[in-house]
T-cell receptor
């Protein structure tokens, strides 16, 4: 399985942007980059995914490096409800019947 | 909108007993995944099913088995329970991996406590 590397933790102030980096130097051409988050005492929740181009949705933006060996999840204005563990996951959407969670980034938002 | 439903939400069993966890996927989803999450740990993939056939297998103990039924619901059967099996068990569902919208939706989990 292709692996990802994320920082253990990040802190942010409320209303400020949060940039969560993810390194995936062994990514293959058919791997999509997925982000999930897990709020305390809840199941993981889908955030965003992309292949090559930057992606935006109502929750976040995903910036993908040109060589695809790294990506950054951007929360534009952090709220207290964004405090969670964020997971960057590579998934081959043609062959991958699992979603493997590695060590994510714990985001703390200060009021 | 309908979500993934897991039952029961909480379960207490004694060592060496058997437990059955159930998962009802979102309608029209053909893929189901099972995860185990111990205290302070990240979710660990156990097993998945696509169109009622086992599609991938992770770190699932031999004491555990699972299946997906004709109505696409899935059951995780756990026998000879051990104290270390105490964890949150999540089920997720999605469309098959050959579709572009492959986001997985997770249930609220079943908290299993083995005493």
């Amino acid at each position: 399985d292709a692996k990802t590397t994320q920082p253990n933790s990040m802190e942010s102030n409320e209303e400020e942007p949060v940039h969560l980096p993810c390194n995936h130097s062994t990514i293959s051409g058919t791997d999509y980059i997925h982000w999930y988050r897990q709020l305390p005492s809840q199941g993981p929740e889908y955030v965003i995914h992309g292949l090559t181009s930057n992606v935006n949705n109502r929750m976040a933006s995903l910036a993908i490096a040109e060589d695809r060996k790294s990506s950054t999840l951007i929360l534009h204005r952090a709220t207290l409800r964004d405090a969670a563990v964020y997971y960057c996951i590579l998934r081959d959407v043609l062959n991958d019947y699992k979603l493997s969670f590695g060590a994510g980034t714990t985001v703390t938002v200060r009021a | 909108a309908a979500g993934v439903i897991q039952s029961p939400r909480h379960l207490i069993k004694e060592k060496r007993e058997t437990a059955t966890l159930k998962c009802y996927p979102i309608p029209r989803h053909d893929t189901v995944y099972w995860y185990q999450q111990g205290p302070g740990q990240d979710p660990q993939f156990l097993i998945s099913f696509y169109e009622k056939m086992q599609s991938d297998k992770g770190s699932i103990p031999d004491r555990f088995s699972a299946q997906q039924f004709s109505d696409y619901h899935s059951e995780l059967n756990m026998s000879s329970l051990e104290l270390g099996d105490s964890a949150l068990y999540f089920c997720a569902s999605s469309l098959g991996p050959d579709r572009m919208n492959t986001e997985a939706f997770f249930g609220q989990g079943t908290r299993l406590t083995v005493v």
